[in-house]
């Protein structure tokens, strides 16, 4: 049973950092629309767009869907020509986006922005570069806690929450992303200099063709991986993008008076970033957690009672109305199951397709992000049609009570079959 303590002389701690490091960067810049959302509005609104709920949540899912998509297309370059220069090549559009955005400023148009977020997709679909840049350096008994490490970047949500909404105030929303491309300038530098692809002495790169990965996709393991994926990371990704929008129209008179209360402000845009970095800190921070978990008992097993623990959070949720520290309270157990969810899965996913690790982490990494832009839009829908998020919550629930029947349906044969020889716990 591996633990951090075994990483000690094993791979390329400087790659694993790095990965890490970009992963954080990426994800960081991924949801920057997320905690600007409110900024955005009113500023859009004095030139006379007034956006509606749905074109709020189009905004704010759209980097998660071109992200999603782009993780096939990452995946593909990680086979074809390296994690790294993938990695490159990706970082360098991503600056170039946040700089569109920064020197646009004011100006900026609904249009412009949505073609921003979709440049900001290429952060998103960073997961299926990183994860296996630092997984091919290590062995199966090490996958859960190394990847959970390099996947543990989406912390960056986290700094985009906590800073974002202030900056925006000092000197404006388009300032943050005119600090968020100088720090991407940075880390693509840094990247450039420490990070390394695995040789092939210790991991030999078996470049594939369009066939194979409908190959893949004709595996039933494919889709059921895709399923608990768009779960864990759909729902940590789609909570953490969509939560200011929820605090601001749930709890915005509570949020208020803990202000003028607590911190003698009232700027409740800012006070709703704050809260939402608590509770996304929780799924960030605990991903390497759930890894390490499943390691030890098993990823089944340990999914077992991570969507358990969702399912119940988010259901009283939808059909309680919670007072505003209790909710957050929720909130951040439903982020930490999440997050350690997150790990679990991609503690299984090397073992069942270690061969295929490059492709695999961009199909279901695909699927993650499919099922945050799911969320989003759902939660949106509620809202409009509902006047509250009591629908999208079940929704979502009952999404989690499926995945949970599923792994009912799979532990078996996944055990008594490809589990006996996998290296690892099932």
Request: glycine share 14%; aromatic share 14%; hydrophobic share 55%.
């Amino acid at each position: 049973m591996a633990g951090f303590k075994d990483l000690k002389g094993q791979g390329h701690g400087q790659t694993l950092f790095m990965a890490f490091l970009y992963f954080d960067m990426s994800f960081m810049v991924w949801t920057m629309l997320g905690p600007l959302s409110t900024e955005i509005a009113e500023a859009l609104a004095l030139t006379g767009h007034i956006m509606t709920a749905g074109e709020k949540a189009t905004l704010l899912s759209l980097p998660i869907l071109s992200g999603a998509i782009l993780r096939i297309v990452l995946g593909f370059g990680v086979d074809k020509l390296g994690p790294k220069m993938t990695a490159l090549i990706s970082q360098a559009i991503v600056v170039t986006a946040l700089l569109t955005a920064y020197f646009m400023g004011d100006s900026i148009t609904y249009n412009a922005l949505l073609i921003v977020a979709l440049g900001l997709g290429f952060a998103g679909a960073s997961f299926a570069v990183a994860l296996p840049q630092a997984g091919q350096w290590y062995p199966p008994k090490l996958q859960g806690v190394v990847l959970g490490i390099a996947g543990a970047g989406n912390i960056g949500v986290v700094i985009d929450f906590l800073f974002a909404p202030k900056i925006a105030e000092l000197w404006g929303w388009s300032a943050v992303f005119g600090v968020g491309a100088a720090m991407a300038i940075v880390v693509f530098i840094a990247y450039a200099f420490l990070a390394k692809d695995a040789p092939e002495s210790v991991y030999k790169a078996r470049p594939k063709k369009l066939k194979d990965y409908g190959k893949l996709l004709k595996d039933k393991d494919t889709w059921w991986f895709s399923l608990f994926y768009a779960i864990s990371f759909g729902g940590f990704v789609g909570f953490a993008g969509y939560m200011k929008v929820y605090l601001m129209n749930t709890y915005s008179v509570d949020m208020e008076a803990f202000g003028l209360d607590v911190l003698d402000e009232g700027n409740v845009k800012v006070i709703a970033g704050y809260f939402g970095a608590l509770c996304i800190f929780a799924g960030a921070i605990l991903r390497p957690v759930g890894g390490n978990i499943a390691d030890k008992i098993g990823g089944v097993k340990a999914l077992y009672f991570f969507y358990g623990a969702v399912a119940i959070l988010v259901a009283i949720s939808a059909l309680v109305k919670l007072p505003f520290f209790v909710a957050i309270f929720v909130l951040f157990l439903i982020m930490a199951n999440l997050g350690m969810a997150n790990g679990s899965v991609f503690q299984l996913v090397p073992q069942r397709f270690g061969k295929d690790i490059g492709i695999m982490t961009g199909i279901v990494g695909c699927a993650g992000g499919l099922g945050g832009t799911a969320l989003i839009k759902t939660l949106g829908w509620s809202k409009g049609a509902f006047d509250g998020y009591a629908a999208g919550f079940l929704i979502f629930a009952a999404v989690v009570v499926v995945a949970l029947a599923g792994l009912s349906m799979v532990k078996t044969r996944w055990r008594t079959t490809w589990g006996v020889n996998s290296g690892g716990m099932i």
